[in-house]
């Protein structure tokens, strides 16, 4: 049975769509499943780098679809996993060198031998973002407690009903003292805006842009609290009910403002 | 859309006749990457230029994915967009809203339910130039990417600012789009969102490591304040106000934009002033 | 500084403006969207208006404004005739025939004589 083909995106950039496709496909992995991790952003690639493989590529996206060499030619192992791979974008390329069915046709060929491919979607709704939910059966919309960012995933949202493909939401870069305070939008409210079925809380971490810089997926580090958290959003994705992790304050303004969520 | 036709300094007689209105300065804030503070610096620099009494036209060329509005507070108050004004559907002057805050400050909104293959080019420009014989300063908020959106909003533009956080895809990303603005543009950078703490435990690149691979010549260094999120919040720009790091930052690049000899940001004296900020206010992080 | 000063005098939190904000913000984006949600809404709305007066079809607008907290529909619809009101009809009696029935208003342009 061919593999799950989900696009990670987002509307606004600089959400965290990158580095959750690339750790949310690594706690699969690690979980034993086959993932494929494909990188949409033609021109502006970013997956490679954050997954430290930026130095393996030797061919891309582009070529594939050009015909220059086949698909597994392509694909780099990631050795730090069983399996796990990427498909890296062209960097010195437009968004517009490939057309939407021949995207859905590389994703259609990766997909046979993997559990799951992870589609990382530029930012916008333009070609790049046509392109990549071409591909996709599924889709992952991630968005921060932030106005301009909300607002985009809402304009994502009607763009994927329109396609009619299943969506749920990562709610990332929470930062739950913010919450109690009243100076960030909480969880509860993100979700009732955009009415999307949660899959996954992130709370700000200052780590993951060491992880990134070093090119070490937070998954990686068995210890870290990030990593746990890909995990959980990997068993739910897998269809497993995961309660969310609690950041509970003690006390008065912890019964005042409700349990905070992450997880 | 009104055309304004600028006036000769001299007629054929070789007579002089008043001298051609000055030209406004056309200013794209770009990036390549998605999040990394083009709207917020748009809206706070027109704010802190307008503040220092310039004329000033913020564009947002960001069709389908608006923002630059809703970070001015002023989403109530949009009626119409780039793209009625492109398309002739009404004047410039009944698009232009005009800032809740700055007087002398106006935006011009995107479309929402467009996209951004409708934007002519060539009316695009001849907006911007438009907007440059009333305007001191015009600066377009640029959406991210490359894509045609990208290439319509630096069209009109004759200066490019680009922002950049000390992140390695940021960096790749502004080396890019470099780049792709050609020999047109000197391009200055902002480095937004520096945390400081996470520079000196050696977690993040600092301004020194960013400049080393860019080499651009650099307009100001921001720090990364939760205060910015609770202003977009309620709409009201941080340079609004005169006191604090952030703000204090807009109005020193606010003020290096208007030419002043503001001591430049040389990376040692801003790493400094940082740490012993970052130390004070003990920076606590989720 | 301004923020704590904010809360402790009782304002709303940026978080509070923040939600209300963009509640009406996505309502504008989304009418925006949908104009045929908006022609749908116009012509049963004159439909509804049709049963009790008459009115200029093709004058009829339908316009959304913001306000700083609130969408609001403005619609303009002219009445071009209204009906002499007719009385109430009486209560069935017990015994005697009913009453009879007096001439029903009909909303149309084809009784120009009877046009008030």
Not at chain 1, 13 to 27: C, D, I, P, S
Request: net charge neutral.
């Amino acid at each position: 049975m061919a593999g799950r083909r989900i696009v990670i995106t987002s509307g606004k950039g600089g959400v965290g769509k990158t580095t959750t496709t690339a750790n949310l496909g690594a706690a699969l992995a690690k979980r034993g499943s086959r993932v494929v991790l494909v990188d949409a952003d033609i021109g502006l690639r970013n997956l490679d780098l954050v997954l430290g493989l930026e130095k393996r590529i030797v061919f891309d996206l582009v070529e594939v679809v050009e015909g220059r060499c086949q698909l597994r030619q392509a694909l780099i192992k990631d050795k730090r996993f069983e399996s796990l791979a990427i498909l890296p974008a062209a960097q010195t390329r437009d968004k517009d060198a490939i057309t939407e069915s021949q995207f859905e046709s590389v994703i259609a060929e990766a997909a046979q031998n993997a559990d799951y491919v992870l589609i990382d979607c530029p930012a916008g709704i333009e070609g790049g973002f046509r392109n990549a939910v071409a591909g996709a059966k599924e889709a992952i919309v991630v968005t921060t407690p932030e106005v301009s960012a909300i607002r985009d995933a809402d304009r994502v949202v009607g763009k994927l009903n329109d396609r009619a493909l299943p969506i749920r939401l990562i709610v990332n870069r929470l930062r739950p003292e913010m919450v109690r305070t009243g100076d960030m939008l909480s969880v509860e409210d993100v979700c009732e805006i955009l009415a999307v079925e949660l899959v996954g809380v992130i709370p700000e971490d200052p780590e993951v842009i060491d992880t990134t810089n070093r090119g070490e997926p937070i998954v990686l580090d068995p210890a870290a609290r990030l990593g746990i958290i890909y995990e959980k959003i990997a068993r739910r994705l897998e269809g497993e009910m995961v309660p969310f992790t609690s950041f509970d304050s003690q006390g008065f303004f912890g019964k005042l403002f409700g349990a905070l969520k992450a997880g | 859309m009104h055309q304004h036709i600028l006036r000769q300094a001299q007629d054929d007689s070789g007579v002089e006749i008043a001298p051609a209105p000055k030209l406004g300065r056309a200013i794209v804030v770009t990036s390549g990457k998605g999040g990394v503070g083009k709207t917020t610096t748009t809206a706070n620099l027109g704010t802190a230029l307008a503040q220092r009494g310039a004329r000033v036209a913020l564009i947002d060329a960001d069709v389908g994915l608006r923002n630059l509005d809703i970070v001015l507070g002023l989403e109530s108050r949009v009626k119409y967009h780039l793209l009625d004004v492109l398309e002739d559907k009404v004047t410039l002057d009944e698009a232009l809203v005009r800032d809740k805050h700055s007087e002398t400050l106006v935006l011009l909104a995107a479309a929402q339910s467009r996209e951004k293959d409708e934007v002519d080019t060539e009316k695009m420009r001849a907006l911007v130039q438009g907007l440059r014989e009333r305007y001191d300063y015009v600066l377009i908020d640029c959406p991210a990417g490359i894509e045609l959106g990208f290439k319509n909003a630096i069209v009109g533009a004759d200066e490019a600012i680009v922002v950049c956080t000390p992140e390695v895809s940021a960096v790749r990303d502004v080396d890019r789009v470099v780049g792709l603005l050609g020999n047109r543009f000197k391009p200055q950078l902002i480095i937004n969102r520096l945390r400081p703490q996470l520079v000196k435990k050696g977690k993040m690149l600092s301004v020194e490591d960013v400049n080393a691979i860019l080499r651009l010549p650099l307009l100001g260094v921001i720090a990364d304040e939760p205060e910015i999120i609770i202003t977009t919040n309620r709409g009201e720009p941080l340079a609004l106000r005169h006191d604090g790091e952030t703000a204090s930052a807009y109005h020193a690049i606010a003020a290096r934009v208007a030419g002043e000899d503001v001591p430049a940001p040389s990376p040692e004296f801003k790493e400094s002033l940082m740490d012993k900020l970052g130390s004070i206010f003990g920076g606590k992080r989720a | 500084m301004i923020e704590w000063v904010k809360k402790v005098f009782g304002g709303p939190t940026s978080s509070s403006t923040a939600k209300e904000r963009l509640r009406l913000v996505l309502m504008t984006d989304h009418l925006a969207l949908a104009p045929d949600i908006i022609e749908n809404m116009k012509r049963d709305l004159i439909d509804v208006i049709s049963r009790y007066v008459e009115v200029d079809r093709d004058k009829v607008e339908v316009n959304f404004e913001r306000e700083d907290r609130a969408l609001a529909m403005l619609a303009n619809i002219p009445i071009v005739s209204v009906n002499r009101p007719s009385p109430p009809p009486q209560p069935p009696t017990q015994s005697g025939p009913p009453p009879r029935r007096r001439r029903r208003k009909k909303p149309s342009v084809q009784n120009p004589a009877t046009a008030h």
